[in-house]
């Protein structure tokens, strides 16, 4: 796992190559909605991407992480099937819903049932490289998003400098990183995290406590704030140093936004003394979405180590998976 962070900036890097050759269908009718259809590792794109390009884009982006599709799908909307195996059951269902609705499908994988059907129905679809967890095949899920939604024009084509950006970040900040992370896992380690990120990088958030889940075999939870200043602000009232605390921050935070993170980091210090602070670098959100992705990726596996768990492992959703097929 750990050379599977170690080549995050060389993954964005091919995916940039991949989506620059993908051969997609021209398609001129306009969209009134976008749904992406994913889980886990290979979902979580999808809530990324779709904060990214929300000042963007002029129609909604949705994501979808179940069996079957909201009633506004129709001849109208673009779907974008992602499974990086290409046999994830929610989504291999889902993806048969958007056919009968006659909407426009897109689907990314590496293999498996999607792409074959593709292959057999003549979907457009980019297939990306096989062989790692779905987790870890995250730069080239997320590029291929935005290549897709480039093609539709629903965006413009500067995530592409952005993200070449991100890759000269990664690799001139990597010995910083990997620095940051080890103190962080430190924090961390024997304790419950929980993450608060400013609004806008939720995505980010779910992501790293995904990350602590899988990689680090460890419960998390996460909020977003403001949103977090209207309710679990007011959970925090016995002292718990079992509990420690990650706050996600961007020097470019909205500045009502950052007095909030200021009160909160203040009154949650009253009852843990594990907080710390994790400040995005970069210019575009893009660029400082990777560099905490990085980051946080990094403090996962570091974890994993502490603990002398196998990051690979997911041995229960595989029995899972199993009792499923049974069905």
Same mark, same amino acid.
Request: charged content about 25%; proline content about 3%.
């Given at each position: 796992?750990?050379?599977?962070?170690? @080549?995050? *900036?060389?993954?964005?890097?091919?995916?940039?190559?991949?989506?620059?050759?993908?051969?997609?269908?021209?398609?001129?009718?306009?969209?009134? @909605?976008?749904?992406?259809?994913?889980?886990?590792?290979?979902?979580?794109?999808?809530?990324?991407?779709?904060?990214?390009?929300?000042?963007?884009?002029?129609?909604?982006?949705?994501?979808?992480?179940?069996?079957?599709?909201?009633?506004?799908?129709?001849? &109208?909307?673009?779907?974008?099937?992602?499974?990086?195996?290409?046999?994830?059951?929610?989504?291999?269902?889902?993806?048969?819903?958007?056919?009968?609705?006659?909407?426009?499908?897109?689907?990314?994988?590496? *293999?498996?049932?999607?792409? +074959?059907?593709?292959?057999?129905?003549?979907?457009?679809?980019?297939?990306?490289?096989?062989?790692?967890?779905?987790?870890?095949?995250?730069?080239?899920?997320?590029?291929?998003?935005?290549?897709?939604?480039?093609?539709?024009?629903?965006?413009?084509?500067?995530?592409?400098?952005?993200?070449?950006?991100?890759?000269?970040?990664?690799?001139?900040? *990597?010995?910083?990183?990997?620095?940051?992370? +080890?103190?962080?896992?430190?924090?961390?380690?024997?304790?419950?995290?929980?993450?608060?990120?400013?609004?806008?990088?939720?995505?980010?958030?779910?992501?790293?406590?995904?990350?602590?889940?899988?990689?680090?075999?460890?419960?998390?939870?996460?909020?977003?704030?403001?949103?977090? &200043?209207?309710?679990?602000?007011?959970?925090?009232? +016995?002292?718990?140093? &079992?509990?420690?605390?990650?706050?996600?921050?961007?020097?470019?935070?909205?500045?009502?936004?950052?007095?909030?993170?200021?009160?909160?980091?203040?009154?949650?210090?009253?009852?843990?003394? &594990?907080?710390?602070?994790?400040?995005?670098?970069?210019?575009?959100?893009?660029?400082?979405?990777?560099?905490?992705?990085?980051?946080?990726?990094?403090?996962?596996?570091?974890?994993?180590?502490?603990?002398?768990?196998?990051?690979?492992?997911?041995?229960?959703?595989?029995?899972?998976?199993?009792?499923?097929?049974?069905?």
């Amino acid at each position: 796992m750990k050379e599977l962070i170690e @080549n995050f *900036g060389n993954q964005l890097k091919e995916a940039l190559i991949i989506g620059s050759n993908s051969k997609l269908e021209k398609y001129k009718k306009p969209f009134s @909605n976008v749904l992406i259809i994913g889980m886990g590792g290979s979902g979580i794109a999808g809530t990324i991407i779709s904060e990214l390009v929300s000042h963007e884009s002029k129609i909604p982006i949705l994501v979808s992480k179940t069996y079957f599709l909201p009633s506004y799908v129709s001849e &109208n909307s673009l779907v974008i099937i992602s499974s990086y195996s290409g046999n994830t059951e929610e989504t291999v269902e889902a993806i048969k819903h958007a056919l009968k609705r006659k909407a426009k499908v897109v689907c990314i994988a590496s *293999g498996g049932k999607i792409l +074959k059907m593709a292959g057999e129905k003549r979907i457009d679809h980019i297939a990306i490289p096989k062989g790692m967890p779905p987790r870890a095949g995250l730069g080239y899920s997320i590029v291929s998003m935005f290549f897709i939604l480039y093609h539709f024009k629903i965006i413009g084509g500067k995530f592409r400098a952005e993200f070449k950006a991100s890759v000269k970040l990664i690799k001139k900040e *990597g010995k910083n990183i990997q620095k940051e992370a +080890k103190k962080v896992a430190k924090v961390l380690f024997k304790k419950i995290p929980i993450i608060y990120s400013p609004v806008g990088y939720e995505g980010v958030s779910v992501r790293f406590r995904q990350q602590l889940n899988e990689t680090s075999k460890m419960l998390a939870s996460h909020h977003v704030i403001p949103e977090m &200043n209207h309710n679990e602000i007011v959970g925090w009232r +016995k002292k718990n140093n &079992n509990l420690a605390v990650v706050i996600l921050r961007n020097d470019s935070d909205y500045l009502r936004v950052k007095k909030r993170i200021d009160f909160t980091k203040k009154v949650i210090s009253k009852y843990t003394s &594990n907080v710390v602070e994790i400040y995005s670098k970069g210019h575009s959100m893009i660029e400082k979405s990777m560099h905490l992705i990085h980051l946080t990726d990094w403090i996962a596996v570091i974890l994993a180590q502490m603990k002398k768990v196998d990051p690979r492992e997911v041995q229960v959703i595989e029995s899972l998976k199993v009792i499923l097929k049974n069905l």
